[in-house]
Each structure stands twice: as C-alpha cells, then as structure tokens.
Antibody, heavy 120, light 107 residues
Framework: QVQLVQSGAEVKKPGASVKVSCKASRYTFTGSYIHWVRQAPGQGLEWMGWINPNSGGTDYAQNFQGRVTMTRDTSISTAYLELSGLRSDDTAVYYC?????????????WGQGTLVTVSS | EILMTQSPATLSVSPGERATLSCRASQNVASRLAWYQQNPGQAPRLLIYDASTRATGVPARFSGSGSGTEFTLTISSLQSEDFAVYYCQQYNNWPDTFGQGTKLEIK
C-alpha cells in the first residue's frame, strides 16, 4: 500500500525558510505526481502546487509563487517543499499527497502532515 | 479562482440515519468534483472523485451526485467512524480549490 512519510514538526522565525520532506514507498515514485496542500489551524485546505517526480516539472499556486520551491530526489524516493519568507500566517500543517489518477488532480493517499509554526 | 461553498457548516445526525452534505461551485465545474473525509488530527482521505466515483476501499454507504455547480455527498446509514469533517474540491479550473468544510457531528 502506498505510503508517504513526512519529516517532523518545525518552529521557525518570521522571514526564515523551511524545508519539509515527503518520503514515498511501496509504489513507483516517478509514476505519480506529488501535490502539497496546507491547512492552517482550525481552517480548511489550500492547494500549493505539484511536482512531477519523473521530470522535476512543477506548478505552483499563484499565492505561493516566488516563495515556494518543490524538488525531488529520485534516488531516495523523496519529495521536498521549501517555503521562504515565512510569516505568521504560514503557520499550518503541510501535507504531501500522491495524485490518485492520471486524469484528475485528486489526492490520495496523503502523508501524515508536518506542523510548521512561525513565531518570533 | 472558483469559490466552493459547503452547507451546512455543521450537521447533527443520529447514528444509523442518513446524512446529506452540499457543495456549490461559483462556476460550472462539470463533474470534476471530489469529496474528502478528515478526522481530528489526521490527514484527509479521498472518498469520491468525478462527482460520483468511490475511491478504492470506500464503503458503498458513501455516494456522490451532481454536476455543474451543485453537488451532494450522501452517507446512507451513519456509522460512528463517519462523524468527521468533509471537504469538497473542484479540479476543473486551475487552481484546484476546496470548500470550507462541513462538520458532521453526532446528534
């Protein structure tokens, strides 16, 4: 069964950067896009973008363009999300998820989530 | 950006009864609509995509319907594990957008 395991919680100061990892197993890593979705405390879900692990191609939501970088290391089946210029409203749980089908950007399974707290 | 509006915000239903959750899109999204379930402290779980197709392993008591701008998720006979927050998502127009969620609670 597909498994995504994310890195642990982070506490960062405003203006800093954070890099979250998402290690995939039990499927062909290069065969499925990986998406990143975040959820602020008590709030809904916000799509951030995707990476094609095969080509390294990316697509970012406009809200994050200029601050977000998604990369991957195929040798260890791991995707990364880096967010720079952190603000207090970037405090959220960040999830990675595989794309469930090739014809629809729907998400599943998901990683367990990584809490990023931005605080001075 | 397409706005997804879910109603009600909170729905109180007794176990064994039927629950009906609604999702409205601000523009036509055809059948490009998914539903997710999220339990407290857990990641979301895909239930339905293409408006009415159940994801692998999702029980038959979950069904989705609708197209265009109006969609419904129905849970036919609520089990204890179904009390959670449900989100809809459109993927017809970039960027993908989610509703704000409906909390399904025990009556």
């Amino acid at each position: 069964q597909v498994q995504l395991v994310q890195s642990g919680a982070e506490v960062k100061k405003p203006g800093a950067s954070v890099k979250v990892s998402c290690k995939a197993s039990r499927y062909t890593f290069t065969g499925s896009y990986i998406h990143w979705v975040r959820q602020a405390p008590g709030q809904g879900l916000e799509w951030m973008g995707w990476i094609n692990p095969n080509s390294g191609g990316t697509d970012y939501a406009q809200n994050f363009q200029g601050r977000v970088t998604m990369t991957r290391d195929t040798s260890i089946s791991t995707a990364y999300l880096e967010l720079s210029g952190l603000r207090s409203d970037d405090t959220a749980v960040y999830y990675c998820a595989t794309q469930y089908t090739t014809t629809a950007t729907v998400f599943g399974p998901w990683g367990q989530g990584t809490l990023v707290t931005v605080s001075s | 950006e397409i706005l997804m509006t879910q109603s009600p915000a909170t729905l109180s239903v007794s176990p064994g009864e039927r629950a009906t959750l609604s999702c409205r899109a601000s523009q036509n999204v055809a059948s490009r609509l998914a539903w997710y379930q999220q339990n407290p402290g857990q990641a979301p779980r895909l239930l339905i995509y293409d408006a009415s197709t159940r994801a692998t392993g999702v029980p038959a008591r979950f069904s989705g319907s609708g197209s265009g701008t109006e969609f419904t998720l129905t849970i036919s006979s609520l089990q204890s594990e179904d009390f959670a927050v449900y989100y809809c998502q459109q993927y017809n127009n970039w960027p993908d957008t989610f509703g704000q969620g409906t909390k399904l609670e025990i009556k």
